[in-house]
């Protein structure tokens, strides 16, 4: 990969998963938006790309991408991203990488995604559209405000390890994280919607399980 095609990127390492941080391109993030903005004011296919009915999100609507709409706009970018995440974490290239389900969710005011995991082996969301704001938290005198945060949550407190992290939602940042992290959805106060995009997808299998057992290897 030459340093034009690289993307800027950083590695979370918070406990034993690792999150990896990159941007979205300002084009990718217009696109997806025009793309979700004219999906959601036809009904019909709207209602063909409804994707409620198999996730656990209590949102206004969840719309997966088309095949056609993924390979042009959002295919090349992910790609990269995951390449980055593995070969920062391995120091080695992925051979393939095969998107499982590709989808965008519009959430408002007092909606919420409940704690969750998702299938394949990568996955990861991103951010195209916030509200102007999240809300006050219902008592002023406590420091943290986690309206509309993202919460990741592995294991459980212990002495010296963290066992939760949260991010503020920002327009253009992209996360990609283990498939089976933990992590949810606070809801928020006010007008405007919180608008995500989030995938599964999966690596070389040959590569997947050595990196899997390379792991397992190191731990004992």
Known sequence: MSQQDQLPVKLFRPFGPSILETDMPENL???LNNYVDKTASDQKKSKELDMGGKLV??????????KNFYESHFEKFLTKAVESYIY???????????????????QYQNEYNPNHYHSGHLSGVGYLKLPESFGDQQQS???????????????????????????????????IFPHY????VYPFKGKGERRSISFNGEIDEVLYQETYGAFLDKSK
């Open 181 to 184: 992290l933990m992590h949810l």
């Open 29 to 31: 993030i217009s696109d």
């Open 88 to 106: 920062l974490i391995t120091q080695k290239k992925i051979k393939k990488f095969k998107l499982g389900e590709c989808w965008v969710v519009r």
């Open 141 to 175: 005198t406590k420091s943290d405000n986690n309206n509309g945060m993202i919460e990741f949550v592995h294991g459980s407190r212990m002495f010296l390890a963290r066992s939760q992290m949260i991010f503020k939602p920002i327009v253009g940042k992209f996360y």
């Open 57 to 66: 999100g209590q949102v206004t609507q969840e719309i997966s991408l088309e």
